[in-house]
């Protein structure tokens, strides 16, 4: 039963892909973290706490008044496997009251020091364009979602982002982070957060370097510089002074 029941939720997932990318991809992003015309959804706190039902009701209706057309003709079973593939995107595990792993101001000093995450995220105001704002990150997730996120960045949604150089066919050169794509146009955001609109039939050259995020975080960062930055993220993220673990806790 319980094999049927995957087999059931990876159909699903993967039905809800294809509807995202056909759908919301081309405003939204391909992971969801924000588009040149429409916005972040995957890390943004209003969505992210909306329930299913709230999330639903959008995208069914649409919001006509900022431009974001109503998906009632998809049907309601279409509806749903598009915010299920939505939340997967979000990694949202349901935890809303976190218990921290570890020091949050020892976190932050290593997001903005020795990792150097802030070289590409932002957090409160804080940080890089060219990459995910994780202010609200830490949100609704679990420990192990961040964590995995972090030492294993292509195991996750969205995949760390790699940064890719285009040169057109006029000798202008771009280089971003590809936020969006389809048979005529690329988009990409620069290091400035700046969105850029390119025709594919004036494209002489796209290559695609390595992930902008590093893949050793498991090796460089010891494991309770990990939980400190883990830590950071959710404390950010939360309104309410969360529950900390001590040494004792666990033992």
């Given at each position: 039963?319980?094999?049927?029941?995957?087999?059931?939720?990876?159909?699903?997932?993967?039905?809800?892909?294809?509807?995202?990318?056909?759908?919301?991809?081309?405003?939204?992003?391909?992971?969801?973290?924000g588009g040149e015309r429409a916005p972040n959804i995957a890390t943004e706190h209003d969505v992210v706490t909306a329930?299913?039902?709230?999330?639903k009701d959008t995208v069914g209706h649409g919001i006509p008044e900022a431009g974001m057309p109503a998906f009632n003709a998809l049907g309601a079973?279409?509806?749903?496997?598009?915010?299920?593939?939505?939340?997967?995107?979000?990694?949202?595990?349901?935890?809303?009251?976190p218990e921290l792993p570890g020091d949050p101001a020892a976190g932050e000093a290593i997001f903005f020091g020795e990792a150097a995450c802030s070289k590409?995220?932002?957090?409160?105001?804080?940080g890089g364009f060219i990459a995910?704002?994780?202010?609200?990150?830490?949100?609704?997730r679990t420990v192990d979602t961040i964590q995995t996120a972090i030492v294993n960045p292509t195991a996750s949604p969205g995949g760390g982002g790699h940064l890719t150089s285009v040169i057109m066919s006029?000798?202008?050169?771009?280089?971003?982070?590809?936020?969006?794509?389809?048979?005529?146009t690329i988009v990409l955001q620069n290091e400035s957060g700046v969105f850029q609109s390119l025709a594919r039939d004036h494209i002489e050259k796209l290559e695609s370097g390595p992930s902008l995020m590093p893949q050793d975080y498991g090796k460089t960062l010891t494991?309770?510089?990990?939980?400190?930055?883990v830590s950071y993220l959710i404390k950010s993220a939360t309104p309410i002074q969360p529950i900390r673990i001590s040494q004792n806790d666990k033992q």
């Open positions: 039963m319980q094999a049927q029941s995957g087999k059931q939720t990876s159909k699903a997932n993967t039905e809800g892909a294809l509807l995202f990318r056909q759908n919301c991809a081309a405003c939204h992003g391909n992971d969801g973290r329930s299913d039902a709230q999330l079973q279409k509806v749903s496997e598009l915010v299920a593939w939505l939340r997967v995107l979000q990694g949202v595990g349901g935890a809303l009251h590409c995220h932002m957090v409160r105001g804080k995910e704002d994780l202010s609200d990150y830490g949100r609704g006029n000798g202008a050169r771009y280089q971003g982070v590809v936020r969006a794509e389809n048979n005529f494991p309770q510089q990990l939980n400190d930055v």
